[in-house]
C-alpha cells in the first residue's frame, strides 16, 4: 500500500474514532445532567402533545442518539413523571432530531466546529464552568464528532476515485437492492443511525454509488435500527422493554415505506420520492439527508397514529414485574414539590413501603427461596433513590426552617431505612439455604417479630407503640452471645455451615440496632408533630 494512501486510512481511521468518542460523550454527559430537577423540568415542558414533540426533536438533536432519549424516558415514566403515551411522542420526535447530525455531514462547518472544540476546550481545562462541567463536556463531545465527520470527508475526497472503490460501486451498480442489506447490517453494528448515515453521506459525497443504491441505504437504517434494538433490549421488561420496541416497530415501518417507495418509483417509472428529490435541485449529499429525515419523519407519523392502543397494547406484550411496579413513587409525584408542607407526610408514606418490603425478605428466609431476593432488592434501592432526591429537591426550596429542619431529619430517616433494608436483605440472603436449622428458623421469626412493631409504630406512631418498639430492640449482645455459645458458633475451625450461622447472628444484631436507630428517630419527630 502506498504511502499516500496509509496517510488516508490513517485520517479516516481517526476520524472514526474522534466520531464515536464524541458520541459517546455526549450520550455519558447527558446522562449526568437527567436528575431529578432535569427530569421535572422535562416533565413540566411536555404536558402539551406538541410540546412533547418538539422537546423530542430538540434532545434528538442535542443528543443524537434515541437510545439516551430512551434511557432518560424510562427513568421518567417509571417514577410517575411522564405517562407512557407522551414518552412515546417525545421519542418519536427525537427520531426526526438525529436528522441534524446528517444535514451537518453534507454542509461545510469546519470554522464554526474547530471554534466550538477551542472555546469549550478551554473552559473545561481551566475549570471555569463546574457547575456547567457535563453541559459543557457535551458541546465539546459534539465538536470532536463533527471533527471526526471533517476528517472522514478528508480521507474520502481521493479514495472515492480509486479503482478499489471503484469496484464497489460496480457492485452496488448491478445488485442495487443490495444496498438495502448493507445499510441493514451497517445500522445492526453500529449504535446510532445517524451515525451511519452520516458516516454513508461522507463516503457518497460524490455520488460514486449513485442515487438509487445511496438511498436504499439509508432506507435500511430502519430496518437495521428495529434489528438492533430488538437484540440489545431482550433482557429488558417492563417500561424500558415497552419503549425499545414501540421504537423498534416504528422504525421499522419507516424504513419499510421509504424502500417501498423507491423500489416502487424504479419499477413502474412513475415520479414519486426520487423525482420529488431531484425537483429540489439538492446535491447527492443533501438528497441523502432528506432521505434520512423522512425515513425518520414516516417513523414518527407511524408512531402518533399508534398512540390510541400502543400503551394498553405495549403493557399487555411486556407487562412490568411486579420489582418494577414497586420501585416506581406512588405518593411523590413531580407536581408534590408545589406544595411543601405535605411534601414530607408523602414522604413518610414511600418511606413505610420500604419497611412493609422487609417482610417478603423474610418470608423468603422462611421458605428458602431466594429467587425473588435481588430484583426486589434492586427495585427498593430504586425507590430509595427517587425518595434521596426528593428530598434533595425540597431541601433547595425556599421553605421554612423548622420544615427544613424536618427535612433534614427525615434524609437520616432514609440512610437508616437504606442501611436497614440493605442488612435484612443479607440476612435473608444468608438464611435461605438454612431454613431448617433450629437457630435459623429462631432468628428469621425474631426478626419479624420486631419489623411487624416498627411496621406498626410507623403506621400509628404514638406513645406506646414506640416505647414497645424502643423496649423490643434494647441491647440484647448478652443473650446473643449465649445463643452462640449454645449452638457451637464460637468454636475453631467452624464449617461454612456454621459461618454462615455466625454471620447471620452478627447481621441480627445489626438489625436490631438500626430498628432502634428507626424507633429513637420516631419519638424525636412526634416533637416535630406536636401542634
Given at each position: ?359 417478603r425478605y423474610i418470608d423468603a428466609a422462611r421458605q428458602g ?5 435481588k430484583p426486589l432488592h434492586a427495585a427498593v434501592n430504586q ?107 464460637q468454636q475453631a475451625g467452624s464449617t461454612n455451615h456454621t ?33
Amino acid at each position: 500500500m502506498h504511502a499516500p494512501m496509509l496517510e488516508l486510512l490513517a485520517l479516516y481511521l481517526a476520524g472514526l474514532a474522534f466520531f464515536f468518542s464524541g458520541m459517546s460523550g455526549v450520550s455519558d454527559n447527558l446522562r449526568q445532567m437527567s436528575g431529578q430537577r432535569f427530569r421535572q423540568a422535562l416533565g413540566q415542558l411536555t404536558h402539551r402533545p406538541a410540546m412533547a414533540g418538539l422537546v423530542g426533536a430538540v434532545l434528538g438533536a442535542i443528543t443524537q442518539s434515541a437510545s439516551v432519549v430512551a434511557f432518560i424516558l424510562s427513568g421518567m415514566v417509571s417514577t410517575g413523571l411522564l405517562p407512557i403515551s407522551r414518552a412515546l411522542i417525545v421519542l418519536a420526535c427525537a427520531n426526526i432530531g438525529t436528522a441534524l447530525l446528517v444535514f451537518i455531514a453534507a454542509s461545510d462547518l469546519h470554522l464554526s466546529i474547530l471554534f466550538l472544540i477551542g472555546i469549550t476546550g478551554l473552559i473545561l481545562a481551566f475549570k471555569l464552568a463546574k457547575t456547567w462541567k457535563p453541559a459543557v463536556a457535551s458541546g465539546m463531545s459534539v465538536g470532536l464528532l463533527f471533527l471526526g465527520l471533517e476528517m472522514m470527508k478528508q480521507a474520502f475526497q481521493p479514495l472515492a476515485s480509486s479503482p478499489q472503490f471503484a469496484h464497489v460501486a460496480d457492485f452496488f451498480a448491478r445488485w442495487p437492492y443490495a444496498a438495502f442489506l448493507l445499510g441493514m447490517l451497517m445500522r445492526t453494528f453500529i449504535h446510532s443511525s445517524s451515525a451511519v448515515a452520516a458516516i454513508v453521506v461522507t463516503i457518497n459525497r460524490g455520488g460514486q454509488l449513485g442515487d438509487f443504491p445511496a438511498m436504499m441505504v439509508i432506507a435500511g437504517l430502519g430496518l437495521g435500527s428495529a434489528l438492533a434494538t430488538s437484540m440489545l433490549s431482550g433482557n429488558m421488561v417492563g417500561v424500558p422493554r415497552q419503549i425499545a420496541m414501540y421504537q423498534a416497530m416504528t422504525n421499522c415501518v419507516g424504513g419499510l415505506v421509504i424502500g417501498i417507495l423507491l423500489v416502487a418509483e424504479r419499477l413502474t417509472h412513475v415520479p414519486l420520492f426520487m423525482a420529488a428529490l431531484h425537483a429540489s435541485g439538492a446535491s447527492i449529499s443533501q438528497r441523502m439527508a432528506y432521505t434520512y429525515l423522512a425515513l425518520n419523519m414516516t417513523a414518527a407519523a407511524t408512531a402518533m397514529a399508534g398512540l390510541r392502543w400502543a400503551p394498553r397494547g405495549l403493557a399487555k406484550l411486556w407487562p412490568p414485574t411486579p420489582e418494577q411496579d414497586f420501585s416506581c413513587p406512588i405518593y411523590i409525584q413531580h407536581n408534590s414539590l408545589n406544595s411543601p408542607e405535605t411534601a414530607l407526610d408523602l414522604v413518610a408514606l414511600e418511606q413505610m413501603r420500604t419497611v412493609s418490603v422487609l417482610g417478603r425478605y423474610i418470608d423468603a428466609a422462611r421458605q428458602g427461596d431466594a429467587s425473588n431476593l435481588k430484583p426486589l432488592h434492586a427495585a427498593v434501592n430504586q425507590l430509595g433513590r427517587h425518595i434521596a432526591e426528593f428530598l434533595e429537591a425540597l431541601l433547595k426550596m425556599p421553605i421554612a426552617t423548622d420544615l427544613a429542619a424536618r427535612a433534614i431529619s427525615f434524609q437520616r430517616k432514609e440512610s437508616t431505612l437504606r442501611a436497614l433494608e440493605e442488612n435484612v436483605y443479607l440476612f435473608a440472603e444468608t438464611l435461605t439455604g438454612l431454613a431448617g436449622e433450629e437457630l435459623a428458623g429462631l432468628l428469621i421469626e425474631s426478626l419479624d417479630t420486631i419489623l411487624y412493631s416498627a411496621l406498626a409504630a410507623l403506621e400509628s406512631p404514638r406513645d406506646l407503640e414506640i416505647d414497645i418498639l424502643v423496649n423490643m430492640t434494647d441491647d440484647r449482645s448478652g443473650m446473643m452471645e449465649e445463643l452462640r455459645s449454645r449452638h457451637g458458633l464460637q468454636q475453631a475451625g467452624s464449617t461454612n455451615h456454621t459461618s454462615a450461622l455466625h454471620y447471620a447472628t452478627t447481621l441480627f444484631e445489626r438489625n436490631v440496632w438500626l430498628l432502634r436507630q428507626l424507633a429513637l428517630w420516631m419519638r424525636e419527630d412526634a416533637k416535630f408533630s406536636v401542634v
